[in-house]
């Protein structure tokens, strides 16, 4: 089944959002904080958050549908979809719910956890199924309802996320590869910087039978490592990509990073030497949405008509694990 000369294409794009927007200001009812302490130390001026009505499995899927009819397909034409996630509705995954929702009925479905750099590291993926000829369409989405699992008490944290979710096409292609290189990354002796740990209590089953029963705590963070960890392993990561690629930064049109933090945004911009007006950041409306950030600026960008057919980008992602990667592709 392996066919080296099949190559990718990214042939559309779509997000979605939840309907309620939280502004700065109003957070600074519910917590120590102001307007200017989260805009001065983040660039987040609000956020979009998931009612308790709203599902990820129903962002996703509309997220999905709208690449889908950028792509210029139907459901039923999609081969594969990958849900980039940690945030799923259901613990055993919500990739099959959406593609009974979407009715892509002849479609593989499956979840993907990498955090932040989830949406990264889905795409890779679904890159290996198409270059072996196993499959021709995939949907690749990122989506995260991360205000599930905040503490909405700690400042340092809660000001920081918001929901949503975004999705792109990738299509087999015998017209040259559009996915030029890609580079990824873990370091599991981080683990503690950025986690959404299982809490449990031992619970005595049967005599000298205990397990462990419990819930999720909220999301810890170690603000100051994370920042140094990204603005250190991003620019590298994405030099190595461009070294596969046989690029360098100046033939690159956009830079499109997970919108974690505009310090991190600018400082990974400035090592690498891009200008400012290349960077794409949406994080001031939308905040960061782990898994769909990545896409959701993305979408954006296309359809402001910002990233034309032919454009080349570099993005990168890097979170939670820890984890990182880059890659570098041309859209359209």
């Not at 996703?60 to 081969?79: E, K, L, V, Y």
Request: proline share 3%; glycine share 8%; net charge negative.
């Amino acid at each position: 089944m392996n066919n080296p000369g099949v190559g990718i294409a990214i042939t559309g794009s779509g997000s979605a959002t939840p309907a309620q927007a939280v502004a700065n200001q109003a957070l600074s009812t519910i917590v120590d904080t102001s307007d200017e302490w989260i805009a001065d130390r983040t660039g987040i001026k609000s956020r979009h958050l998931a009612s308790s009505g709203e599902s990820l499995t129903e962002l996703a899927a509309a997220a999905a549908r709208s690449a889908i009819a950028a792509a210029g397909m139907t459901p039923a034409d999609i081969d594969m979809i990958i849900l980039a996630t940690s945030t799923a509705d259901d613990l055993f995954g919500s990739a099959s719910a959406i593609q009974g929702r979407l009715g892509a009925s002849k479609a593989v479905a499956f979840d993907l956890t990498a955090a932040c750099s989830g949406f990264l590291f889905a795409m890779v993926t679904a890159a290996q199924f198409i270059r072996t000829g196993v499959y021709q369409n995939v949907v690749v989405i990122g989506a995260d309802i991360l205000s599930r699992w905040v503490d909405w008490s700690d400042r340092t944290t809660c000001v920081l996320f918001g929901d949503g979710a975004g999705a792109v096409v990738m299509q087999a292609s015998m017209e040259g590869d559009r996915l030029l290189s890609f580079y990824l990354a873990s370091d599991g002796t981080q683990n503690d910087c950025l986690q959404l740990p299982f809490g449990f209590q031992p619970h005595e089953l049967l005599p000298q039978v205990s397990i462990a029963q419990g819930t999720y705590h909220p999301i810890t963070m170690k603000g100051r490592e994370v920042y140094r960890f990204a603005v250190s392993k991003v620019p590298e990561v994405i030099e190595k990509s461009l070294f596969r690629a046989n690029l360098t930064t100046d033939q690159i049109d956009w830079l499109l990073l997970h919108q974690a933090n505009q310090r991190i945004l600018d400082a990974v911009a400035d090592r690498l030497h891009i200008p400012s007006a290349k960077v794409l950041s949406n994080l001031a409306h939308y905040g960061n949405t782990s898994a769909a950030s990545i896409p959701l600026a993305l979408d954006e960008a296309v359809r402001s008509g910002k990233i034309q057919p032919g454009h080349i980008i570099a993005a990168s992602g890097f979170g939670a694990g820890l984890t990182w990667g880059a890659a570098i592709f041309q859209w359209g």
